[in-house]
């Protein structure tokens, strides 16, 4: 990490701002109350600490230090421990009103020496306000701290600002000119959403400015995908048993919010919001890897705009090669001119007739499953199907083709794009729907059947197998 920054100790934040916070820099860190703060504050000193060995002073106008301690224990973070070995004071300023500004400041600067501190909290700046009966005192405090404990220690400060409920803007006036950066944290009750927004950051160039967060486990930002672009996997997908009258998704987070709803005869939805431009492939891998591994038949009517090449090379790596040639098949649609390559996976139809094209899905199924002995997991963009017979013609097929997999004790995952026709039938006929959201740039899952917080989505490697990583927007 270069010298001039420090990072934020804030997982995802410091590849949004290069690297972390100016060092020696100003931030004033704004919100309504229960927006996370305190945890955001507390992490940044915690961070520092134990992963940079920069020691930390958290000066607090209105919570008592066991408050404190208790409430970050929570999270992870074990302060006693740190003031144990020197890295972390603690200023309880609760009766502040009995100090003169001079003792306040005396005191914070005391303890910064005492430590070799690098990274200073000021819990709140709004407190503090409410605490003097003239303005200029908390401003001297502020100009003090900007003007000898930030550029003369190098010791990047955060500033808490409370913003009233039902108001936006922070409204301090010199301090927001004063500091280096500032951000804005927001919660949306009926959206359960959580956003950071960075609305300075002195010589940064940001180019994302809403990012969303949780604090499940601590504060986590997640980054756009153009910055933290989910890489292909290193290693193969963990393979995941399925239950006697159950199947696993192969993603064990989802397996575990959804219990044993996915069961043979089930006609579920996959529903991909336009925004999002993740390819469709790499999110339907981690279930048919899982399927197929298992020695399931797998068959894949493929969703507008995926080949049927590039659906099959993305499933090599990753899947057992005498389960892959015997085991799955992939209907792709022959296109004028197209030169004809023959592989056993992948099944060209001409468009001419649904009702033609239909029977040879039901066929292959009913091929696969009678070679496997086992249900056939299929996947049906059904975008596809509309766009190429209409509306009409899909509605006509749907009835037949739910009824199939029901009596048959198949699995289905239809996917689709909410801008076609028939999207209001497939949502009502689904028994798990799942939903594919793209927000500030990062990638999420929101479960509608049943119903769950955002989701986002994330890739990890451990114990040598690539894992899907769902974290609840919390």
């Known amino acids: 990490m270069s010298e001039k920054v420090v990072s934020s100790g804030i997982n995802g934040l410091d ?23 305190t945890v955001f504050s507390a992490q940044f ?11 930390g002073v958290y000066v607090n106008f209105c919570e008592s230090r066991q408050t404190f301690y208790d409430n970050m224990k929570a999270f992870g973070f074990d302060f006693e421990k740190l003031e144990k070995e020197g890295k972390f004071r603690y200023l309880d300023l609760l009766a502040v009103r009995e100090k003169a500004v ?6 914070i600067i005391e303890e910064i020496g005492k430590i070799k501190a690098k990274r200073l909290v000021l819990d709140s700046y709004s407190a503090l306000a409410q605490a ?23 010791c990047t400060t955060l500033i808490l600002a409370e913003v009233p409920v039902g108001k936006e803007n922070i409204g301090l006036g010199m301090e927001e000119f004063v500091a ?22 002195r010589g940064v160039k940001v180019e994302t400015i809403k990012l969303l967060f949780t604090l499940d486990g601590g504060f986590h930002v997640f980054p756009p995908l153009t910055i933290s672009m989910i890489k292909e996997p290193e290693k193969k997908f963990e393979i995941i048993p399925h239950g006697k009258e159950h199947f696993s998704t192969g993603i064990q987070d989802l397996d575990n919010i959804l219990g044993e709803r996915l069961k043979a005869g089930n006609f579920n939805l996959l529903e991909i919001e336009p925004n999002v431009d993740f390819p469709t492939e790499r999110l339907l891998r981690p279930t048919l890897c899982n399927f197929l591994n298992q020695g399931q038949g797998v068959i894949i009517l493929l969703p507008q705009g995926l080949s049927g090449y590039v ?24 296109y004028a001119g197209e030169e004809e390559i023959k592989d056993p996976c992948i099944v ?17 199924n009913s091929d696969l499953r009678n070679k496997t002995n086992k249900p056939v997991f299929s996947i049906v963009g059904y975008d596809t199907i509309e766009y190429a017979y209409g509306e009409k013609e899909a509605l006509k097929t749907l009835g037949e ?18 801008t076609i026709y028939i999207a209001n039938q497939l949502r009502a006929l689904s028994h798990i729907h799942l939903l594919v959201k793209q927000i500030d740039g990062a990638l999420f899952l929101r479960g509608i059947k049943p119903e769950t917080p955002l989701l986002n989505i994330s890739l990890e490697t451990k114990d040598q197998y690539t894992r899907i990583k769902l974290t609840p927007l919390v």
């Open 15 to 37: 590849s949004v701002l290069g690297g972390g916070f100016p060092r020696g820099s100003l931030i004033l860190l704004a919100g309504n109350p229960g927006t996370g703060k």
């Open 45 to 55: 000193l915690y961070r520092g600490a134990v992963n940079h060995d920069e020691s």
């Open 102 to 107: 001079s003792s306040i400041l005396d005191l």
């Open 132 to 154: 003097f009966e003239k303005p200029f005192e908390t401003r001297i405090i502020v100009q003090t701290i900007f003007s000898r404990i930030t550029r003369q220690f190098e």
């Open 180 to 201: 280096d950066g500032i951000l804005m944290l927001k919660k949306d009750i009926e959206l359960l959403l959580r956003e950071l927004v960075i609305l300075k950051m």
């Open 311 to 334: 659906m099959k090379e993305s499933l090599v790596p990753f899947v057992k090669q005498e389960f892959l040639q015997k085991n799955l098949k992939i209907i792709d649609y022959r």
């Open 348 to 364: 060209k139809l001409n468009g001419v007739s649904i009702r033609s094209e239909m029977r040879t899905l039901w066929r292959l």
């Open 401 to 418: 083709d739910v009824a199939r997999i029901r009596n048959m004790g198949d699995i289905r995952f239809n996917v689709i794009r909410p």
